[in-house]
């Protein structure tokens, strides 16, 4: 009996903590973090096993004088198999506890790493002393069943609380690394604002430009013809070429009909044709729109910086952008597509969060596809009152 439940132990139970253990690290692999989350990683599978030895190892020493007043020729056996499972299925709910709630995200941040890893260091050798200097490999009984080594009861509010400590310094990491990202993602939001305020500055100044243009434009007119009347054509054409240079200040080779948006617009692709990229611009706004000026910021800089940002990573073939759009009645739709190569793989970041929260406000839907080396970014706006 006792070599069949060696080989329970060792073989079958063993085995499948191994099992629980390698999977818990694949998974960290398999997100691509920096070494030092691998050695915390590594760490924190240490101090599971070593605690879930521990707990199981105090639960079954205060239940063996029970069993041992019952079945006292096969009580060591059953507190045996008894110490096997509930070590193994602790050890699975705390893998899997960690997997699901306290898995680490971020990649940049080494140094908090370092910083959490050293209490759960101090709970490793504490729990390695305890396995040691306690428990050792010989368990000693009295007469009655009694396993004379320590005190279980204590031991195993020790060990608990040492548990509870682990997960509230997960806890603690956790909250760390979403503060760390919520403070990103705000850096961000502060840089778009002050691209925003930089946009709505430009086109008012562009505004203002235009409608003393437009008020101008009458004398103008009485100039022109007056210089026409005494024969002075040289001049009237110089005139022309003036006001030619003055009108291209107030207009932009993208028009939207949304003083904002061609600012942006121009910017933006401005920038793609500089790196050797083919734009092409039809997109009509309606002015004044129902869409706030900082959420039509938000969807059309974060598009135009994905879209700019992928023709770069293609480095063969055609680079273009175009830019597509219209209103209908209570609908706003508009569509971004670029040449993709697909070679690398698209991950969402902040600025397409950014963009959805945005949609959200207006029951909007945003879509991206990828196909025959194109990738196409969407946006539906509805329920917003468009002219």
Same mark, same amino acid.
């Given at each position: 009996?006792?070599?069949?439940?060696?080989?329970f132990?060792?073989?079958?139970?063993?085995?499948?903590?191994?099992?629980?253990?390698?999977?818990?690290?694949?998974?960290?692999?398999?997100?691509?973090?920096?070494?030092?989350?691998?050695?915390?990683?590594?760490?924190?599978? %240490?101090v599971?096993?070593?605690?879930?030895?521990?707990?199981?190892?105090?639960?079954?020493?205060?239940?063996?004088?029970?069993?041992?007043?019952?079945?006292?020729?096969?009580?060591?056996?059953?507190?045996? %198999?008894?110490?096997?499972? *509930?070590?193994?299925?602790?050890?699975?709910?705390?893998?899997?506890g960690?997997?699901?709630?306290?898995?680490?995200?971020?990649?940049? !941040?080494?140094?908090y790493?370092?910083?959490?890893?050293m209490?759960?260091?101090? =709970?490793?050798?504490?729990? /390695?002393?305890?396995?040691?200097?306690?428990?050792g490999?010989?368990?000693?009984?009295?007469?009655?069943?009694?396993?004379? @080594?320590a005190?279980?009861?204590?031991?195993?509010?020790?060990q608990? +609380?040492a548990?509870?400590?682990?997960?509230?310094?997960?806890? #603690?990491?956790q909250?760390?690394e979403?503060?760390?990202?919520?403070?990103?993602?705000?850096?961000?939001?502060?840089?778009? /604002? @002050?691209?925003?305020r930089?946009? *709505?500055?430009?086109?008012?100044?562009?505004?203002?430009?235009?409608?003393?243009?437009?008020?101008?434009?009458?004398?103008?007119?009485?100039?022109?013809?007056?210089?026409?009347?005494?024969?002075?054509?040289?001049?009237?054409?110089?005139?022309? #070429?003036d006001?030619?240079?003055?009108?291209?200040?107030?207009s932009?080779?993208?028009?939207? !009909?949304?003083?904002?948006?061609?600012?942006? =617009?121009?910017?933006?692709?401005?920038?793609?044709?500089?790196?050797? =990229?083919? *734009?092409?611009c039809?997109?009509?706004?309606?002015?004044?729109?129902?869409?706030?000026?900082?959420?039509?910021?938000?969807? +059309?800089?974060?598009?135009?910086? @994905?879209?700019?940002? #992928?023709?770069?990573? !293609?480095?063969?073939?055609?680079?273009?952008i175009?830019?597509e759009?219209?209103?209908?009645?209570?609908?706003?739709?508009?569509?971004?597509?670029?040449?993709?190569? #697909?070679?690398?793989?698209?991950? /969402?970041g902040?600025?397409?969060?950014?963009?959805?929260a945005?949609a959200?406000k207006?029951?909007?839907?945003?879509?991206?596809?990828?196909?025959?080396? /194109?990738?196409?970014?969407?946006?539906?706006?509805?329920?917003?009152?468009?002219?």
């Amino acid at each position: 009996m006792a070599y069949f439940l060696d080989i329970f132990s060792a073989y079958i139970i063993g085995g499948m903590e191994l099992c629980a253990q390698l999977y818990f690290f694949l998974r960290f692999l398999k997100k691509r973090l920096r070494p030092l989350h691998f050695v915390f990683c590594g760490l924190l599978t %240490l101090v599971v096993m070593r605690l879930s030895y521990g707990i199981a190892c105090s639960l079954t020493s205060m239940v063996h004088p029970f069993l041992f007043s019952i079945y006292s020729v096969r009580a060591g056996i059953l507190c045996s %198999l008894l110490w096997d499972i *509930v070590e193994l299925f602790l050890s699975l709910a705390c893998y899997i506890g960690i997997l699901k709630y306290f898995s680490p995200k971020e990649r940049e !941040n080494d140094i908090y790493v370092m910083l959490f890893s050293m209490p759960v260091f101090l =709970i490793f050798f504490m729990l /390695e002393y305890v396995k040691k200097e306690i428990y050792g490999n010989d368990i000693l009984t009295d007469n009655q069943g009694n396993v004379l @080594n320590a005190n279980h009861g204590q031991m195993l509010i020790l060990q608990v +609380l040492a548990m509870a400590s682990l997960f509230c310094i997960l806890l #603690g990491y956790q909250k760390m690394e979403e503060n760390f990202r919520l403070n990103r993602e705000l850096s961000l939001l502060t840089q778009e /604002e @002050n691209y925003f305020r930089q946009y *709505v500055t430009e086109a008012k100044m562009h505004e203002d430009e235009t409608k003393s243009f437009r008020h101008d434009v009458k004398n103008h007119m009485v100039v022109l013809k007056e210089l026409l009347r005494q024969g002075e054509v040289g001049q009237a054409l110089d005139y022309v #070429g003036d006001m030619e240079e003055l009108a291209g200040k107030c207009s932009f080779p993208f028009c939207t !009909n949304h003083p904002l948006a061609d600012i942006l =617009i121009h910017r933006k692709l401005g920038l793609a044709e500089s790196r050797g =990229i083919s *734009v092409c611009c039809s997109l009509l706004l309606p002015y004044p729109c129902q869409v706030r000026d900082i959420d039509l910021c938000i969807i +059309l800089s974060n598009a135009l910086d @994905n879209a700019v940002k #992928g023709c770069g990573i !293609n480095e063969e073939g055609e680079k273009y952008i175009r830019v597509e759009g219209k209103s209908q009645g209570d609908f706003l739709f508009i569509e971004i597509s670029n040449s993709y190569d #697909g070679k690398k793989r698209f991950r /969402e970041g902040t600025g397409l969060k950014n963009v959805r929260a945005a949609a959200r406000k207006y029951h909007g839907q945003v879509n991206l596809t990828v196909k025959d080396g /194109e990738f196409c970014f969407s946006v539906l706006l509805s329920g917003t009152g468009f002219p």
